[in-house]
């Protein structure tokens, strides 16, 4: 090959990586619009805080259904189609987010912006399939990162946007890299190796998203169990019955949605489950500073600091996520990846023990929201690895998918159990009509996100016994082939 071919490759090689990282970033940005606007959509489209605060919940419900759905979809030959659809459908929905609508139209448009949360395991794929040698696990390691702590961006830039020029201005900002999003993948994403198969389960599809929608709905809305508590109930038991029978139906079904058979791995179940866990603190911390810090003074704690400073406090988060998130993968070739799993785990814990026990000082804050981004960047490039070490280079997005839609729930699960009990500390009907919680409060969260992290560091200790990827070294499991057409338990195909 001549040096100007090689040149060549090295530019296709860098505009993919740099492509994939701007993606994964959309990603966690247009997913972070709802929450610092919930007050500013109340006020604009003059609807109730519960309302706008559904400009959050329908977006982490629209990404949950969708996640699963394209990390099937994103593991066949249609890749790139599916990457390419999935992105319009997007701009679709940020355009919709702009327009001088109703507000019902603004539901749908942050609807379809949740379809970007089902994205980034598909840019591991491409990465993992793309992407030469070690270099592809560094890669898939940042992009975990920057699907979460890219949320520290979007904070501060939609606080300025809307103090600039409203609501519909932050939204603005959605759109524009939503597009700006479509022509790099458009151009840069390359075609799936050949010979993958690219069939939907659609009843296991159906089952899943049902599943979770029924699932999330009642853990999202907290208030929904002091208004309508049998709904809620009945709703979780709606859940249990659908993931139920999803499961049942995988295991029979030609071409399951998801492998269960690997998701049974110890590696792969352990991680889940720490990821499950993890979620919860990490969101729950970063729920109670960014209420915290603009709480108003006069409540005898907080700093009454605006939607724009309060997102600033997320700047740490954010630098500091992506710096641990570029350490994580040096170490992988000397440290097993579940210390360093475990690493992130405890400096996320070590975080919530300080903020519930020194927060009186607005810079304390800044520090707890560093040291939760060098956290959460640690363990979040670290948990691809410990999945991905016995995953199929075929079931890459697949695998990672169920790995996003764990995490999802326990970010929702974080974050309605951080209000949930702010709620609980907030008098009712008092004489002074106190809207506020009390600070006592703000530290039950804390002590609660601490157990929560205590539980994921118990999980990655047996992960680390039992899990083999500890040693950075495991052994593969491969996927079974897809069943015949006719397959059908007990005839004897195989």
Not at 118 to 125: E, F, S
Not at 296 to 317: M, Q, W
Not at 376 to 401: D, N, R, W
Not at 458 to 472: E, F, H, K, Q, S
Request: aromatic residues 8%.
């Amino acid at each position: 090959m001549t040096a100007s071919r090689v040149a060549e490759a090295r530019g296709t090689q860098r505009f993919l990586v740099t492509s994939l990282m701007f993606i994964a970033l959309v990603v966690a940005v247009v997913g972070s619009l709802g929450a610092p606007l919930i007050t500013s959509v109340s006020a604009g489209y003059r609807v109730p805080l519960s309302s706008a605060q559904w400009t959050l919940t329908i977006t982490l419900l629209a990404g949950a259904i969708a996640t699963p759905v394209l990390g099937r979809l994103g593991s066949g030959r249609r890749r790139r189609a599916v990457i390419r659809w999935a992105l319009a459908v997007i701009v679709a929905g940020s355009v919709a987010t702009v327009l001088p609508l109703p507000f019902g139209w603004l539901l749908a448009g942050r609807a379809a912006q949740g379809t970007a949360l089902g994205l980034t395991a598909l840019m591991m794929g491409v990465a993992r399939d793309h992407v030469p040698g070690e270099k592809s696990g560094s890669v898939i390691a940042m992009l975990s990162v920057a699907s979460t702590v890219g949320i520290g961006l979007g904070y501060p830039l939609a606080g300025l946007l809307t103090d600039a020029g409203g609501v519909r201005a932050a939204y603005g900002l959605g759109l524009f890299i939503t597009v700006l999003a479509l022509l790099a993948a458009w151009r840069a994403i390359p075609p799936s190796p050949p010979g993958r198969p690219g069939d939907l389960d659609v009843p296991g599809a159906v089952l899943l998203g049902g599943g979770l929608l029924a699932l999330l709905i009642p853990v999202s809305q907290s208030g929904l169990w002091t208004s309508a508590p049998q709904a809620a109930a009945l709703l979780l038991a709606v859940a249990a019955v659908l993931l139920a029978g999803w499961a049942w139906w995988e295991h029979r079904a030609a071409a399951p949605l998801t492998d269960l058979g690997l998701l049974r791995h110890p590696a792969v179940a352990g991680a889940n489950l720490a990821m499950f866990a993890g979620g919860i603190g990490m969101y729950l911390l970063l729920t109670l500073v960014t209420r915290y810090v603009q709480t108003p003074a006069g409540t005898g704690y907080g700093f009454g600091f605006s939607v724009f400073v309060a997102g600033l406090v997320l700047v740490p988060f954010s630098v500091l996520g992506f710096v641990g998130g570029r350490v994580a993968p040096a170490l992988r070739s000397r440290v097993p990846l579940t210390v360093i799993l475990a690493v992130g785990a405890a400096v996320v814990l070590a975080a919530l023990l300080a903020f519930a026990l020194a927060r009186s000082r607005a810079w304390e804050s800044f520090v707890v929201m560093g040291a939760l981004g060098l956290g959460v960047g640690t363990f979040s490039a670290a948990m691809p690895g410990v999945i991905l070490a016995v995953t199929p280079a075929g079931e890459t997005s697949s695998a990672m998918s169920f790995n996003q839609v764990v995490r999802s729930v326990g970010f929702s699960i974080g974050s309605a159990l951080s209000g949930f009990i702010l709620s609980a500390y907030t008098p009712h009907g008092s004489a002074g009509g106190r809207a506020f919680p009390a600070a006592g409060g703000y530290g039950a969260a804390a002590w609660a996100g601490a157990a929560a992290m205590a539980v994921t560091l118990a999980v990655i200790a047996g992960l680390a016994v039992t899990g083999r990827p500890g040693t950075g070294r495991p052994e593969k499991i491969e996927r079974k082939p897809d069943r015949p057409a006719g397959y059908a338990p007990g005839t004897g195909h195989s």
